[in-house]
């Protein structure tokens, strides 16, 4: 006779379907990536070609014979380098009323640990920045007020505007943790979310400034007594992934069901000119 056990819901197809999806929903660093090279990623070292097509030069039309210039796009690679896995074990013990809420317990858990380690490396991206895209330094770290937070989220928005990052159809976005958004939300210029219903804004942010959409991640943890805050159009930082596989064993030394999953995934930023970053001392 067969023995199942309440966990018999768990469904390795089910659990990879639905956790892509809330991870696609509500990740805060994803909704300021664009994703369009991430193709097909089976294994760890997949590569993601990307094509960066040339500047095109405009003359004046004089009485010389029109030149042409050669075109050269420029290509560079996506590697798909980082690999995580969870892993746990489901003790057939453990009595659930319903095995579609523990399902669900277990996705949104597994989904904010994922969360964590891919939105800390997405925002590490702010290396990338060039120093002219730079509000304050490590050396000299701006320090923020309720009075002078608006100047300074002015100047990281004009450094996007000046790089030609921002258009009408490229909004900027701007990324702080809550240490700063307490601040922030003490400014009379800041815009609550309520009060741009009009306008759609990202999912989870609450308000604009300095034209740039607000998102918080606690992710932005200090270092060495600073904060990187991080702003840009979405065309800046490409990312590809995949939850590769979940899988359901069963332990042989114990009345339990082992359940691991893998995720792939990797970044660059193709346009450092499309990000800015302020270096903010840490209260």
Not at 56 to 78: A, D, F, M, Q, R
Not at 118 to 146: C, F, M, R, W
Not at 184 to 199: G, K, P, R, Y
Not at 234 to 259: G, M
């Amino acid at each position: 006779m067969v023995q199942t056990n309440s966990y018999s819901a768990f469904i390795p197809e089910i659990w990879s379907q639905k956790l892509n999806n809330i991870l696609e929903k509500e990740c805060v660093m994803l909704q300021c990536v664009n994703r369009n090279y991430e193709g097909e990623i089976k294994n760890q070292g997949d590569k993601v070609k990307i094509i960066t097509p040339a500047e095109v030069t405009v003359s004046t039309l004089g009485s010389e014979n029109i030149s042409y210039s050669e075109l050269e796009p420029k290509s560079t690679e996506l590697v798909i380098d980082q690999k995580k896995f969870f892993a746990f074990k489901i003790n057939d013990v453990a009595q659930v009323q319903s095995n579609t809420d523990i399902m669900e317990a277990h996705l949104k858990n597994a989904k904010k640990a994922i969360e964590e380690v891919q939105d800390a490396y997405l925002l590490g991206q702010h290396s990338n920045v060039a120093e002219a895209n730079t509000i304050g330094s490590d050396a000299e770290p701006v320090s923020l007020t309720k009075t002078n937070i608006y100047e300074h989220f002015v100047k990281l928005a004009l450094a996007l505007k000046n790089s030609n990052a921002v258009s009408a159809s490229k909004r900027p976005w701007v990324v702080i943790n809550p240490t700063i958004e307490a601040v922030l939300l003490q400014s009379t210029e800041f815009i609550n979310a309520f009060n741009v219903a009009d306008e759609t804004l990202r999912e989870g942010a609450i308000g604009r400034i300095a034209g740039m959409d607000v998102l918080v991640s606690t992710n932005l943890t200090a270092v060495s007594s600073k904060y990187y805050v991080l702003a840009g159009t979405n065309d800046a930082i490409t990312f590809a992934s995949q939850l590769a596989k979940i899988e359901s064993l069963r332990d042989k030394d114990s009345f339990s069901d082992l359940i691991r999953g893998l995720y792939l995934y990797g970044a660059k930023t193709v346009q450092p000119d499309a990000l800015a970053k302020m270096v903010v001392s840490a209260a």
